[in-house]
């Protein structure tokens, strides 16, 4: 199957959005996959042809194993042949020490590289289904990975409930304490400020709302998400994507056409 996801169940779906899978093949001619930045990190696992990291003229092979932080701006990946791909889509609240940094891309720790040589070890014998599954009974049993500060958890899930928007002072009342405070949490724990995992998270509703309203009204969007007017939705929107959001809207009318 080309693309299929998993919801994790509980305890774990308190941490992790899903897990998922893709299958597909890269012609040499084909352009890169745009990744546009959301509110979630994601750890990658990646079999068979490796991915490539496109920046502008230069290409970068990536290791078997990488993580996808949370982006300021769109990364570019293509692959040579078929790639399968399994991810695990983090929530920002989770505070795994080596996604701590500013970088794009990071490796991943040994303890999960060698999940990766175990899954190695069955994927040719196991349907798509089956290896999420064996995702997520690692990670069950692997819980104390996401330890976190309370104070964290509960801003991050009221920015998130709130779509990005909502005040620096709600997002600390969330968790009762300090403006200050909340923002020496964020930038110490997930190196984010409050103020940016918001914008993320208002981008990302944005982005996936276009998708599937492409005749929206963008002035009235605006209104409904407290811009100021226009322009301001349309700076914020290309801050994170590079284009402006009537351009993407055209881009979807094109996509689905090719769809009917």
């Known amino acids: 199957m080309p693309y299929q996801d998993l919801s994790p169940k509980l305890p774990l ?91 794009p891309i990071i490796g991943l720790p040994l303890s999960l590289t060698e999940l990766y040589s175990a899954i190695v070890q069955v994927i040719t014998k196991n349907p798509a289904e089956s290896v999420l599954e064996l995702f997520e009974d690692y990670f069950s049993s692997s819980l104390k990975l996401f330890d976190t500060d309370s104070r964290l958890l509960n801003s991050c899930r009221e920015i998130i409930e709130k779509k990005g928007v909502i005040s620096a002072s709600a997002i600390s009342g969330a968790s009762f304490t300090t403006n200050r405070t909340m923002e020496r949490i964020f930038r110490k724990m ?34 409904s998400l407290n811009f100021t007017d226009l322009a301001h939705l349309s700076n914020d929107f290309r801050r994170f994507s590079n284009q402006n959001p009537s351009d993407f809207i055209e881009y979807v009318r094109q996509k689905k056409k090719l769809l009917i």
Not at 207 to 222: G, I, M, Y
């Open 13 to 103: 779906n308190q941490y992790i959005k899903c897990f998922w899978s893709i299958t597909r093949s890269f012609d040499t001619r084909e352009k890169p996959v745009e990744i546009l930045p959301d509110s979630y990190r994601e750890l990658i696992f990646s079999f068979k042809s490796p991915c490539i990291l496109v920046k502008g003229n230069s290409e970068e092979v990536l290791p078997d194993c990488f993580a996808v932080n949370l982006l300021e701006k769109p990364l570019y990946i293509k692959a040579r042949g078929d790639i399968f791909i399994v991810g695990v889509r983090l929530y920002p609240f989770i505070c795994l020490g080596f996604l701590n940094t500013a970088e």
């Open 190 to 223: 997930i190196g984010q400020t409050p103020k940016g995992l918001a914008r993320k998270v208002r981008f990302e509703f944005i982005r996936n709302f276009l998708w599937n309203h492409p005749d929206t009204d963008l002035t009235d969007l605006a209104c």
